[in-house]
Every structure is written in structure tokens, then in C-alpha cells.
């Protein structure tokens, strides 16, 4: 890769890495090279100056006081809510629910609306690409309710078998849970058209988004999906928050998840009356500065444009790709047409964690392991890959970096 291929000339993707603090660190002696951007991405300054301005100048609880502090605070939270909104293109801000991240979004879905909805003999369909964050609330929600778990099966290529999939749907799927793009092979899937064979069955459909929302503009209402889930830490945000967006009817006809404070209208020791969305799943203090980070991580990314990350993370996917491939004895796990900046790779005869751990004394943070997609490992016959994952902000001189400590790793391992 060479900045001529590109319309994004150095210098500015020299300024883009001056917002983001921690990348200017050296580690074991070395640049660190950031490569694990799937695991979590990093934080610009923009975010991380919104979290101590709130703490230091907003700090207080929200929708109870009549005070000054709370009031700042409210709109700040609510205004987060507004931002996510617009970020998926969802009808409301109601159709809006801050959870902590895209596992609690969909434990939140299984256990709600699942329950109310399965019947024994009733069928869920997933992919055979899912993060367990996808698999295992809805393997728990049919050993309860006596319904079964189907997989629809990909290729060698990491890619969906859609007529596998087509095949699976019939008169007993009540609900598919689909991921937008998988975090251990890259692969993105055209989930618009995926709901559509899902919605002729009258199905509910669920979209896990945590790796498409960095990478991708989403619009809900086009993908006619009735719930989408996403991480506030893997689109430069902050841990700890996410959204989970859900069309208001269903949400109004959905039980709470949890029961406490602020998702009631009135209790008394008869009965409570539960809060319209989006509070009646909001129960308790929600984390307000991760609400309000994640707002200003969503304006920071819209700053930046989809064009521009869209252009960059490719460049540096093909790059990495064609470095990678020099490589003797590698492995790439995953080639599906569609992808996003994410290479699962194994090195013949070194285990993933050993990898791992020689990259890291050049400065390189890679994944290794399962990535929490063990039926993806099990899939390819291997115990294990790693990962490296491109945001904007790397460079190809990471690319190299990363290259040349494979290149030593097969040394050290006399390969
Ligand atoms: N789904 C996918 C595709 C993911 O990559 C991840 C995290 O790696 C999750 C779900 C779980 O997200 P979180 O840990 O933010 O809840």
C-alpha cells in the first residue's frame, strides 16, 4: 500500500492519529502497533475530554432531579439517545435502549421477547458465523422453552450458504439472529436481503452489529430488521455501553428485563405499572458518561465520513492481504468477496498464543485465540487463529511491522 493509491494523502491520517492519545506510546521499547481494533477500538481525545467534562462538570443522576446538575445531565443523556437514533436511521428515539453492549442487547431480546414469543417446537435460526454473544442467549432461551437451535452453515470461504440458510426457514422460525459482520473472518453479510427470506416467514429478525457499526453506515428501517445491536467500545467509544435498537411495537409489547427504578410509571405492593420504551428497559442508573461518550464518538465518526473510513480501512485490508500472503507457511482463514478490515490467519506449526506473544515484543497487539467464535475454529480445524484488525487510523507501516515479526516468529520456531 502506498499513500499514491490513495486519495487520503499521509499527513492527514497523521493528524487523525493525533486525537487518538494512546497510540503515541512506545511498548517493550517498540511504537505500539494497534492491530486489535475487532476486540476494541481506541478513543479520540474528543471522547475521552467528554468523559472527564462530565465528570468533572456534570456529574448527577438523571430524569429525578429538579436541579441545574440534572437537568445538563438529562439532556446530555438524552441527547446521546437522539444521536444513536440518527446513527441507525431508527424511527424514534424510543426505539432506543441503552445497554451495556451488544451481549446484554441480545440476552435482553432472548430473554424478553423470546419468551413470549417461542413455543415447544418452535425454531430459531442463527449462523454458522456467530459470536457466542449470538449463540449461547439463544441456545438458553430454547433449552427453557423446549425450542431448537438451527445453524445455517457457511462455505470455505467464511461465507454464508444462503440457500442452507433459505432452506432452514419455515412455518416453526419464530425468531433468526443474524451477525452483520463476523469478527473472526471479516465477512459481511447482506443482511438486508437476509431479512427479507426471514420476513416472508414472518420471522423476528435480530442483527448483531457490533463489527458492522465502526466500519458502515446502518439503516435499520432499509434493512427491515426488527432489532440491531451495537458496542459503544468497538465504534471509539467508551466500555461498558451500547445500543440496542428494537421497532417500538414490539418493545411495547415486550416484558421487562429487569425490574427496579426508572422503568416504572407506579408501584405499589399490589402492582406496578411499567414505563413506556425506552425506560422500561432502562432499569436502574444507566451509565450516563458512556451514553454521552458514545454520542460524541458517533459525531466524531460522522466527522470522518463513511467515504473516508470506508477507503481507508479497505486500502489497509488489501495491503495487509498482499503482505500477509509473502508469508511462508500462512494461513488466511476467511476470503468471502465481502469483508471488512479483519484477517484471521495461522502460521503452519505456531500456535496462535505464541504468535501472539512474539509479535508483541515489536510492538504489535494482534488477537489470538477462539475470538468467543469456537464453532468458526472448529469449522476451519484449528484450535485457534490470529487476528489482526484495521481501524482509519493505522498505517501500513504497522502492516509491515506486523509482517516482518511473523517473518521472525517462523525464526524463532525454526520454520
Ligand atoms: N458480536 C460480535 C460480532 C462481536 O465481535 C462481539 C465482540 O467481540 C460481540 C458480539 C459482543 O460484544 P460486547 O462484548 O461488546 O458485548
Known amino acids: 500500500m502506498t499513500e499514491r493509491n490513495s486519495t487520503i494523502g499521509k499527513s492527514t491520517i497523521g493528524r487523525i492519529r493525533q486525537d487518538f492519545p494512546i497510540l503515541h506510546q512506545k511498548v517493550r521499547g517498540k511504537p505500539l502497533a494497534y492491530l486489535d481494533n475487532a476486540a476494541t477500538s481506541q478513543k479520540p481525545k474528543q471522547v475521552i475530554e467528554a468523559l472527564s467534562r462530565y465528570y468533572g462538570v456534570e456529574n448527577s443522576n438523571i430524569h429525578r432531579g429538579?436541579?441545574?446538575?440534572?437537568?445538563?445531565?438529562?439532556?446530555?443523556?438524552?441527547?446521546?439517545?437522539?444521536?444513536?437514533?440518527?446513527?441507525l436511521n431508527a424511527g424514534s428515539p424510543s426505539e432506543v435502549i441503552f445497554?451495556?453492549?451488544?451481549?446484554?442487547?441480545?440476552?435482553?431480546?432472548?430473554?424478553?421477547?423470546?419468551?413470549?414469543?417461542?413455543?415447544?417446537?418452535?425454531?430459531v435460526v442463527i449462523s454458522g458465523m456467530e459470536h457466542h454473544s449470538n449463540i449461547v442467549p439463544w441456545q438458553m432461551l430454547c433449552e427453557s422453552v423446549g425450542?431448537?437451535?438451527?445453524?445455517?452453515?457457511?462455505?470455505?470461504?467464511?461465507?454464508?450458504?444462503?440457500?442452507?440458510?433459505?432452506?432452514?426457514l419455515g412455518p416453526r422460525t419464530k425468531a433468526v439472529a443474524l451477525v452483520h459482520v463476523s469478527n473472526s473472518l471479516g465477512t459481511i453479510n447482506d443482511v438486508k436481503y437476509l431479512v427479507g427470506l426471514a420476513k416472508k416467514k414472518s420471522a423476528v429478525v435480530l442483527i448483531d452489529g457490533a463489527q458492522a457499526a465502526p466500519h458502515m453506515p446502518i439503516d435499520v428501517q432499509d434493512?427491515?430488521?426488527?432489532?440491531?445491536?451495537?458496542?459503544?467500545?468497538?465504534?471509539?467509544?467508551?466500555?461498558?455501553?451500547?445500543?440496542?435498537?428494537?421497532?417500538?411495537?414490539?418493545?411495547?409489547?415486550?416484558?421487562?428485563?429487569?425490574?427496579?427504578?426508572?422503568?416504572?410509571?407506579?408501584?405499589?405492593?399490589?402492582?406496578?405499572?411499567?414505563?413506556p420504551p425506552p425506560a422500561k428497559f432502562e432499569a436502574g442508573t444507566p451509565h450516563i458518561a458512556g451514553a454521552i461518550g458514545m454520542g460524541v464518538a458517533i459525531d466524531y465518526l460522522q466527522q470522518l465520513g463513511?467515504?473516508?473510513?470506508?477507503?481507508?480501512?479497505?486500502?489497509?485490508?488489501?495491503?495487509?492481504?498482499?503482505?500477509?500472503?509473502?508469508?511462508?507457511?500462512?494461513?488466511?482463514?476467511?476470503s468471502a468477496t465481502s469483508r471488512a478490515s479483519v484477517v484471521s490467519f495461522t502460521l503452519d506449526g505456531i500456535?496462535?498464543?505464541?504468535?501472539?506473544?512474539?509479535?508483541?515484543?515489536?510492538?504489535?497487539?494482534?488477537?489470538?485465540?477462539?475470538?468467543c467464535t469456537q464453532p468458526v475454529m472448529d469449522f476451519f480445524g484449528v484450535p485457534a487463529t490470529a487476528?489482526?484488525?484495521?481501524?482509519?487510523?493505522?498505517?501500513?507501516?504497522?502492516?509491515?511491522?506486523?509482517?516482518?515479526?511473523?517473518?521472525?516468529?517462523?525464526?524463532v520456531f525454526g520454520r
Open 66 to 87: 429538579v436541579y441545574y446538575l440534572s437537568e445538563q445531565a438529562t439532556a446530555a443523556y438524552e441527547a446521546a439517545r437522539v444521536k444513536a437514533q440518527r446513527f
Open 147 to 168: 425450542a431448537k437451535l438451527c445453524v445455517a452453515p457457511i462455505d470455505d470461504s467464511g461465507s454464508l450458504i444462503v440457500s442452507e440458510y433459505e432452506k432452514l
Open 223 to 275: 434493512i427491515g430488521c426488527d432489532f440491531y445491536t451495537i458496542s459503544g467500545h468497538k465504534m471509539y467509544g467508551p466500555t461498558g455501553i451500547g445500543v440496542l435498537y428494537g421497532r417500538l411495537e414490539l418493545l411495547e409489547a415486550m416484558p421487562p428485563y429487569q425490574g427496579g427504578g426508572e422503568m416504572i410509571r407506579s408501584v405499589t405492593f399490589e402492582k406496578t405499572i411499567y414505563a
Open 351 to 371: 500456535h496462535a498464543h505464541d504468535i501472539g506473544t512474539i509479535v508483541d515484543q515489536e510492538g504489535v497487539a494482534i488477537r489470538t485465540g477462539h475470538h
Open 387 to 411: 487476528r489482526a484488525s484495521f481501524a482509519f487510523y493505522n498505517t501500513a507501516e504497522e502492516v509491515d511491522i506486523l509482517v516482518n515479526a511473523l517473518m521472525e516468529a517462523r525464526e
Open 99 to 123: 445497554v451495556r453492549g451488544t451481549t446484554e442487547a441480545i440476552n435482553l431480546v432472548a430473554s424478553s421477547y423470546g419468551r413470549l414469543l417461542l413455543e415447544p417446537g418452535d425454531e
Open 306 to 334: 463513511w467515504d473516508f473510513v470506508h477507503e481507508r480501512e479497505e486500502l489497509l485490508l488489501r495491503y495487509a492481504l498482499e503482505r500477509l500472503e509473502t508469508v511462508p507457511g500462512i494461513r488466511i482463514i476467511g
